[in-house]
Antibody, heavy 122, light 109 residues
Framework: EVQLVESGGGLVKPGGSLRLSCAAS????????MNWVRQAPGKGLEWVSS????????YYADSVKGRFTISRDNAKNSLYLQMNSLRAEDTAVYYC???????????????WGQGTLVTVSS | EIVLTQSPGTLSLSPGERATLSCRAS???????LAWYQQKPGQAPRLLIY???SRATGIPDRFSGSGSGTDFTLTISRLEPEDFAVYYC??????????FGQGTKLEIK
């Protein structure tokens, strides 16, 4: 069974940093591109970042570029999101999500974690 | 960046009725790299449709997707009580950066 479990969320002050993790199991993690998607309270979905299976291709939304860094450790079946210079508008539930096919870098997201809440407030 | 605009913002219907949700792109979505998701309160989104018209695994056939270019539609032929939720469209292949629409809330009338 495919499972994605996020962790690392919490309360942080503006300007602070946080590192999110996503532990993957039930599939060959190293074969799939992965993504982070966030959802502010009561709002819609916002794509944040993607990373290809071998980390060769990395993309960010303009809203986080230069502040967030996506990475992965295929040996540990884990995806990460390092978030620096956090702002109030970064407050959201952060989901990790898997691209559906191991054959393509881009694709729909067929499995999602349960999300981890990040709150940026003084 | 491709902007996706969903309409209507809220759709009020009764069980058994047909629902038609729209997603319009600011530029053409290549190869119909368009997906639809359903999200219920407190849950992660669930993939319904990909490639504009292909149903994901386990999705009932009352859900169907259509469209190409800049105009896409999600149709639910006969609404079941569990279908009332928020629906999002997503483009995932036309640019390096994915985008989601703002969502359509399907509520019970």
């Amino acid at each position: 069974e495919v499972q994605l479990v996020e962790s690392g969320g919490g309360l942080v002050k503006p300007g602070g940093s946080l590192r999110l993790s996503c532990a993957a199991s039930g599939f060959t993690f190293s074969s799939y591109s992965m993504n982070w998607v966030r959802q502010a309270p009561g709002k819609g979905l916002e794509w944040v970042s993607s990373i290809s299976s071998s980390s060769s291709y990395i993309y960010y939304a303009d809203s986080v570029k230069g502040r967030f860094t996506i990475s992965r450790d295929n040996a540990k079946n884990s995806l990460y999101l390092q978030m620096n210079s956090l702002r109030a508008e970064d407050t959201a539930v952060y989901y990790c999500a898997r691209v559906s096919s191991s054959w393509t870098r881009k694709g729909p997201f067929d499995y999602w974690g349960q999300g981890t809440l990040v709150t940026v407030s003084s | 960046e491709i902007v996706l605009t969903q309409s209507p913002g809220t759709l009020s219907l009764s069980p058994g009725e047909r629902a038609t949700l729209s997603c319009r792109a600011s530029q053409s979505v290549s190869s119909s790299y368009l997906a639809w998701y359903q999200q219920k309160p407190g849950q992660a989104p669930r993939l319904l449709i990909y490639g504009a018209s292909s149903r994901a695994t386990g999705i009932p056939d009352r859900f169907s997707g259509s469209g190409s270019g800049t105009d896409f539609t999600l149709t639910i032929s006969r609404l079941e009580p569990e279908d009332f939720a928020v629906y999002y469209c997503q483009q995932y292949g036309s640019s390096p950066r994915d985008t989601f629409g703002q969502g359509t809330k399907l509520e019970i009338k």
